[in-house]
């Protein structure tokens, strides 16, 4: 039986890091325009949802709530945004709340903390505080900003939560930590069941460009781009479903 217990974070000055997974959940600096650059800008966002009724994000990897918290503010400050963004997040070890609001402060002092972004994610993340105490094993469910953010929070191994969760995504965020070190989660196994939320048109993102991570989306039908990162990553993925993908087992 899955047993849902704090994840311990290990708070090395600012830097958040997994004693389990021996990385770090995010940069010290830079944190917000990497989740921008990295996430947002390689799905094509914001513009991909502006004046759509509804759109959808799939991400593997919550960790600290980053990049919901950074897309949730980006829609905020959208005109043009969509009407409804539901937002699909698998964690299989899910943080403290307090660890997610101390990362939250920690950016008003990192590099980016001018931004309006880095004073606008502290206070949506106290709106997040309401909802944390009640997760569970399994899909949690929980609407923002009066239903028009739905968030559903899919606590478990990836693999279950991909198979219970029954939806499309129109972009896909794959921040499992590296895979030298979680190779479970970009494995064939795991990355055909992502596969199986996308849709022609979909854009998947992320920061690892492995050579088996590439060779694993070619392999899957992807068109794979490599393209500069931000400070202090290289590098970052952008992945793209230019057609309906044939069925993977």
């Not at 190779?183 to 690892?208: E, K, N």
Request: hydrophobic share 40%.
């Amino acid at each position: 039986m899955y047993t849902l217990l704090p994840e311990p974070v290990d708070w090395q000055e600012d830097t958040p890091r997994s004693s389990r997974f021996d990385d770090i959940y995010r940069a010290r600096s830079n944190a917000l325009t990497q989740s921008r650059s990295v996430f947002l800008a390689g799905c094509g966002l914001p513009e991909r949802w502006r004046d759509r009724d509804q759109f959808t994000v799939l991400e593997t990897g919550f960790g600290l709530g980053l990049n919901f918290l950074t897309t949730w503010a980006t829609w905020l400050a959208d005109p043009q945004a969509c009407h409804t963004l539901n937002f699909v997040s698998v964690e299989a070890y899910p943080v403290s709340f307090e660890d997610i609001l101390r990362s939250t402060r920690a950016l008003a002092t990192a590099d980016d903390a001018s931004s309006d972004l880095a004073a606008q994610v502290p206070l949506l993340a106290q709106q997040l505080a309401h909802f944390w105490p009640s997760i569970k094993p399994g899909l949690n469910q929980c609407s923002f900003a009066q239903g028009r953010i739905q968030l559903t929070l899919c606590v478990g191994d990836v693999l279950a939560m991909l198979q219970q969760w029954p939806g499309k995504a129109d972009a896909v965020y794959l921040d499992g930590f590296s895979p030298a070190v979680n190779p479970d989660m970009w494995s064939s196994t795991t990355l055909g069941a992502v596969a199986q939320h996308c849709h022609s048109g979909t854009r998947l993102a992320t920061y690892t460009v492995a050579a088996q991570v590439r060779r694993r989306f070619t392999e899957l039908g992807f068109s794979v781009e490599k393209c500069p990162g931000v400070p202090p990553k290289r590098d970052r993925l952008q992945v793209h479903v230019d057609h309906a993908l044939s069925k993977t087992d």
